[in-house]
């Protein structure tokens, strides 16, 4: 007999030794949910997902595959023309999302303005000489994968991605995400916040093994942030302006239940509506693009098209058919078919040094061995 009862009591243990903690647990098994677990606000809270919002998007983006609109081994020239400047005319769709295009920043730098915009920094991307020969390296797009993703499916389909999530997988599902968060859900989201002058002081005195806090700005990877870096861009998700627009890299706002009903959609009738991709899709989707170290830091990564695959000791969060994505914040979303599990977690603090929260990751492993 299933029992969920070390889940549970791994979730309390995490209440009773921080009393600040606030986060939410939602997990589905085959479809049907079997863990709904909240501690410091009320269930259907809304909290910034930040890079959460990636797997979102990348389901749009699998939508585009499944119906034949979009082919991953095509050049991403021959959907958005403009794209093939600064010898960019053979990236394909498949090299572009899985963030080996070179495509992380543009030269100078880019403005939240033109982040929340779009069309300013989709333009200056597509006039961008790729900062490495595409397909030699790989490092985390942070941002402007959102922009490069969103500019493809405004070509193929006409809307924006953020309109087609909506329009063809959450509102027919009733799956409480929001890329673009409506005024009228307001009162529901709550702020992310920063840790605790102590935690940090506590952190920096004594980081994990193998953290790289990249301290100088020196990494490649701080050019994929607009201007301000992570600390302006962990201010920003609070602002009722970047939460209206929510772009697609890290603007969403969700509970841990609509993160695990996206990925439970999936595979699985939700909301009364019929599976969201077959079994084809999402091997294509999910199958692994590149398994490596990054450019700047030397850090394991490994991606599917636009979702995080496991990897161990950086991503174990599930089997090696798992694929989801986290978020800056702490969040953590996946789907896993080995286990038929879809699992969503949202933390309002944010947990050092960043990225999915360790809890997520021990409550992830938790819900396997149960099943």
């Known amino acids: 007999m299933v029992t969920f009862d070390p889940v549970i009591e791994a979730f309390q243990g995490y209440c009773d030794a921080d009393p600040i903690y606030c986060a939410q647990l939602a997990v589905h098994v085959k479809g049907t949910r079997v863990l709904d677990l909240t ?5 259907d809270s809304l909290l910034p997902v930040f890079s959460s919002s990636k797997g979102a998007a990348a389901v749009v983006i699998a939508l585009l595959v499944q119906r034949e609109q979009l082919d991953l081994d095509a050049a991403v020239a021959s959907y958005w023309l403009e794209f093939a400047q600064k010898g960019k005319g053979a990236i394909t769709v498949r090299q572009l999302l899985s963030h080996q295009a070179g495509l992380l920043g543009v030269d100078g730098g880019f403005t939240p303005e033109e982040l929340l915009a779009h069309h300013p920094l989709a ?6 000489r790729p900062f490495w020969y ?10 402007t994968l959102g922009t490069l993703a969103d500019e493809l499916v405004r070509r193929i389909d006409g809307r924006t991605l953020a309109e087609m999530l909506r329009e063809d997988v959450t509102n027919p599902r009733g799956i409480d995400i929001w890329m673009g968060t409506p005024d009228s859900e307001d009162h529901r989201v709550l702020e992310a916040l920063p840790p605790t002058g102590e935690e940090f002081m506590a952190f920096l005195a004594n980081p994990p093994a193998g953290i790289d806090l ?14 301000g870096g992570l600390i302006d861009l962990f201010t920003r998700v609070n602002d009722v302006r970047f939460r209206r627009v929510g772009p697609p890299a890290a603007g969403m706002t969700a509970s841990a239940r609509g993160l695990a009903a996206l990925y439970a959609s999936l595979r699985h009738e939700i909301g009364g509506q019929a599976r969201l991709l077959s079994d084809e899709t999402i091997g294509q989707v999910s199958q692994i693009q590149v398994s490596s170290t990054d450019i700047s830091g030397g850090l394991q990564v490994r991606f599917g098209v636009m979702f995080q695959i496991p990897c161990t000791p950086r991503w174990p969060f599930g089997t090696f058919r798992a694929f989801g994505h986290d978020g800056a914040g702490g969040s953590l ?3 896993d078919p080995t286990h038929e599990v879809a699992f969503g977690y949202t933390v309002q603090r944010l947990p050092l040094p960043g990225g999915m929260d360790a809890r997520a990751v021990e409550l992830a492993r938790l819900v396997r061995e149960a099943v």
């Open 39 to 43: 501690q410091g606000m009320v269930a």
């Open 123 to 128: 333009e200056r991307l597509a006039a961008q």
């Open 134 to 143: 595409p397909g030699t390296g790989v490092e985390y797009h942070a941002v």
């Open 214 to 227: 990249g301290i100088g700005g020196e990494r490649l990877s701080s050019m994929s942030l607009p201007a």
């Open 333 to 335: 979303a996946f789907c």
